[in-house]
């Protein structure tokens, strides 16, 4: 079976053991569950604002002033109603005393089976792996761009400033190396709780300096529908191609449903469960949604058609604002790396242990030298992946178009559809096939336009000695 996402698109998960501390029992024999629907919002919040956040300037930039704030919109309403349909199927049988689901896998094991945990295991490593390599290029470029805020504060804008990230991406993946040998790293909880403050102070950071700029100047060119051709780009081909690739990286900004299960597996009952979870997403979601929006507009208003793929990389002054928007940054990935791998290094060293008893170790998983050698041989091909690929908004693209038509809407609708037992053709069962084919056709257009914006970027790209 495979392990559960401790991470989405967003921020770190915070700590979901939300109980009493009294030794009370739910009906299934765990503590006592006491989440309410503000402390469910606070999840959702939580783990949605984080990296996407940098890059929605840009899309909007692509999308112009007319399309960008309604794919937001439509993204969010999407994400709003997979998420309730998802809450349905927390439980098996009855919404209030059915058998409960306390992960996202084992919902599509109970609901689905078969080819159906498959394709969803593969997914989420596929996500994994991928968001591995996304975080790894997130916090490289922040780090360079500590040293570039700082070059042109000292030495002036018309100084040579650019950085070659490749350096920081080496530096980045020895960090995780040591990090990913200290045992249960992964369920420290100051970690959470670093990345909830570190994610909001650099959304946060991103929005003021945005509004500062569209209010003092200079601002860039915007448009009502995005870059123009022979201005901003070269033809309407890629124009297209950039158009697309901006629903992926809004996509990757939305991806938090596979957690949802688990923010559901915090809540008291009664009201059922899923009652209170509705009420959660649309705070969450309209929260999110907000925030987004100014970030988005505001990054749009600040550099026009011109908004750089992450938001802060437009900023230099002040440089020690900056500074700190980036270091909160390269903290919040340090340790959401390891939240987001650990549990697939728990789950490959159980299925090893299994297989070969004499890795095994005597209190479970492997041996020390095994754990070693495995973990530093992962961690470094994901440092090499970003090393070959450094693309920011390319890269945040294929992630969010592996995540969300599988993830966010696919799997929610297909449990929905067998537990509520819908008629094949009935007008629910096409209402619900039609959105999902709908979104799979995003995820088609942005999945492929995020692999043209990487072959495009390899033509100028050489490891180690491209500086940007």
């Not at 606070?42 to 112009?64: D, E, F, K, P, R």
């Not at 070059?151 to 991406?169: L, V």
């Not at 970690?191 to 929005?207: E, G, P």
């Not at 299960?261 to 009664?270: A, F, Y």
Request: glycine share 10%; hydrophobic share 45%.
């Amino acid at each position: 079976m495979p392990p559960e996402q401790g991470l989405s698109g967003g921020a770190m998960d915070v700590d979901m053991q939300t109980h009493d501390g009294h030794g009370e029992l739910d009906d299934d024999g765990k503590e006592k569950r006491t989440g309410t629907v503000w402390t469910a919002a606070a999840h959702i919040i939580t783990a949605v604002i984080g990296s996407g956040v940098l890059s929605l300037a840009w899309a909007m930039a692509q999308l112009g002033w007319v399309a960008g704030p309604v794919i937001l919109l439509l993204f969010a309403a999407i994400t709003y109603y997979t998420c309730c349909l998802l809450s349905d199927c927390y439980r098996v049988g009855d919404p209030a005393t059915g058998k409960r689901n306390y992960t996202y896998t084992e919902a599509v094991e109970s609901y689905l089976g078969g080819w159906y945990v498959f394709f969803c295991g593969f997914c989420q490593y596929a996500n994994m792996f991928g968001t591995g390599i996304g975080y790894t290029i997130t916090a490289s470029a922040s780090a360079a761009a500590i040293l570039k805020s700082n070059c042109f504060h000292w030495h002036g804008h018309e100084a040579d400033c650019s950085q070659n990230t490749s350096t920081y991406i080496v530096a980045f993946g020895v960090v995780q190396v040591i990090f990913s040998q200290l045992p249960n790293f992964h369920e420290l909880w100051w970690l959470s709780v670093i990345a909830a403050v570190m994610s909001f102070s650099y959304a946060t950071i991103a929005v003021g300096l945005a509004l500062g700029q569209t209010i003092s100047g200079p601002t860039g060119k915007t448009t009502l529908y995005g870059a123009q051709v022979g201005v901003d780009v070269v033809d309407s081909t890629q124009k297209i191609w950039l158009t697309f690739q901006a629903l992926g990286n809004i996509a990757f900004a939305y991806s938090y449903t596979i957690i949802l299960i688990e923010i559901q597996d915090t809540l008291r009952s009664p009201p059922a469960e899923n009652k209170t979870m509705r009420q959660a997403s649309i705070l969450g979601v309209a929260t999110t949604t907000a925030f987004y929006m100014m970030c988005g507009c505001l990054g749009y208003a600040a550099f026009g058609n011109a908004a750089p793929g992450n938001i802060l990389a437009g900023f230099y002054e002040p440089y020690w604002l900056v500074d700190f928007a980036n270091v909160c940054i390269v903290l919040h990935l340090v340790g959401g790396f390891q939240v987001f791998l650990q549990p697939l290094f728990a789950a490959v060293e159980a299925g090893v242990a299994d297989q070969w008893p004499c890795a095994a170790a005597p209190g479970g998983g492997v041996n020390s030298v095994v754990r070693l050698v495995w973990r530093t041989l992962f961690v470094a091909l994901i440092t090499l992946g970003a090393v070959l690929l450094p693309f920011f908004n390319s890269i945040l693209g294929i992630l969010g178009s592996v995540a969300f038509w599988p993830l966010t809407v696919f799997f929610p609708v297909e449990m929905y559809i067998r537990q509520r037992e819908i008629p094949r053709f009935s007008g629910t069962w096409m209402a619900l096939e039609t959105l999902s084919f709908f979104c799979f056709l995003i995820t088609i257009a942005a999945g492929a336009a995020s692999v043209q914006g990487v072959r495009d970027s390899l033509k100028n790209y050489v490891p180690f000695q491209t500086r940007s």
